[in-house]
């Protein structure tokens, strides 16, 4: 029983604390909402670039992997299917083609590296 006193006590605690800070805390502006999540991307960057130097590479490899797979069906179609061949090949186009369409969809959402007009979510490239 003095256990669950305790642990209802700690918890009523908890719950004072936390009403009491949630009542003092500013509210964030959407400005400053708006500079920290710009912060983040731009922080995530360079990240964004080693992903999609990650996903060429590693396509262009897998595509490598398929046509060698095609080679070997041709040799001896009875032990090698066109499946395991077909499936490379489409994941390698996709993983080359990732770049392209990640920079596709920053640039129309606006974070890309374009200048946007500040009123649209639409790009300049100058």
């Known amino acids: 029983m003095k256990l669950l006193a305790r642990a209802q006590d700690?918890?009523?605690?908890?719950a004072i604390a936390a009403?009491?800070?949630?009542a003092t805390a500013a509210p964030a502006s959407a400005e400053a909402m708006s500079v920290k999540?710009?912060?983040?991307?731009a922080e995530m960057g360079a990240l964004a670039l080693l992903a999609a130097a990650i996903s060429f590479i590693a396509g262009v490899f897998i595509t490598i992997v398929?046509?060698?797979?095609f080679k070997a069906h041709a040799d001896n179609a009875n032990q090698n299917g066109l499946k395991e061949p077909i499936i490379y090949l489409v994941v390698g186009a996709?993983?080359?083609g990732l770049p392209v369409?990640?920079?596709?969809m920053t640039d129309t959402l606006g974070?890309?590296?374009?200048?946007t007009d500040g009123k649209t979510a639409i790009t300049i490239k100058r």
């Open 10 to 14: 700690a918890v009523a605690t908890a």
């Open 101 to 104: 369409v990640l920079g596709t």
């Open 66 to 69: 398929a046509i060698l797979k």
């Open 19 to 22: 009403a009491v800070l949630a």
């Open 37 to 41: 999540i710009k912060g983040v991307v």
């Open 111 to 115: 974070i890309g590296a374009g200048v």
């Open 94 to 96: 996709l993983l080359i």
